[in-house]
């Protein structure tokens, strides 16, 4: 987990939330957001005129790949926070690219491979601040390619009846402290991985999810920007 998301805002919601530039104008609500795909983040960085940190919504592509990593055949789009501070693939990104991950909700699935269903985990209000951590590298063509990756963390209530990890989200008073730009010693970045773990506590109990038609299994047959995705299961679901 996670495996799936939806961002039903558009870009101008995203930047008025987070009180951010807009780097993303092309954006587009997406309602089945999966690994590789190109995902809206939050993050803080400096101008190259003036070295002074600006906070931008921005494109990344959702699978982590800073430029020591060889190619990988699985997409790296989860990290754990129990070794986020200290795993040599993440832990450069958490000292000193943090980001938020924009999200309204995402997916789950139970049951038997060709029978699973579909389940989608929100929180009361239309948008979750996931915390994540961001790279950049440049590709052979010359231009730069911003990478990402979810944090997770041991799930509770509704999330952990379904699966046993869950995103690591944020209230939004807390992610000020989170897109702090300095970068952390390790003291400094345990502290903050017991930081996302308390504020984290504080939004859990507030997710809650429901069935929804198992069409959203088969990501190359439906419509990512379809709005009905997520709507509660009907009595007769399509089988996808």
């Known amino acids: 987990m996670c495996g799936r998301f939806v961002v039903s805002q558009q870009a101008d919601d995203l930047t008025a939330v987070f009180d951010a530039e807009n780097d993303f104008a092309d954006w587009q609500p997406r309602y089945s957001l999966a690994p590789t795909d190109t995902v ?20 990344a592509r959702w699978d982590f790949h800073p430029a020591f990593m060889k190619e990988s055949k699985r997409p790296q789009f989860n990290s754990r926070i129990e070794t986020v501070a200290t ?11 943090r980001c938020i991950v924009p999200m309204r909700g995402y997916y789950e699935w139970t049951g038997e491979p060709g029978k699973k269903r579909a389940h ?66 390790p003291a400094d970045a345990q502290a903050m991985v017991d930081f996302l773990l308390a504020q984290s506590d504080r939004v859990a109990p507030t997710i809650t999810e429901y069935e929804v038609d198992p069409r959203v299994n088969n990501q190359r047959r439906i419509d990512p920007g379809d709005p009905t995705l997520i709507e509660p299961l009907a009595e007769s679901p399509t089988l996808g």
């Open 120 to 185: 989608y985990l929100h929180g009361p209000d239309d948008l979750l601040a996931a915390a994540g951590i961001s790279t950049a590298r440049k590709l052979d063509d010359g231009s730069w390619e911003v990478s990402t990756s979810i944090i997770t963390r041991e799930a509770r209530d509704a999330s952990g009846e379904i699966h046993d990890r869950m995103p690591v989200y944020l209230p939004l008073d807390a992610i000020d402290h989170y897109l702090d730009p300095a970068k952390l010693s």
């Open 87 to 97: 795993n040599g693939l993440w832990k450069g990104a958490f000292a000193s690219g």
């Open 40 to 59: 809206p983040i939050v993050r803080e960085r400096a101008k190259s005129d003036t070295g002074e940190f600006v906070r931008r919504l921005e494109p």
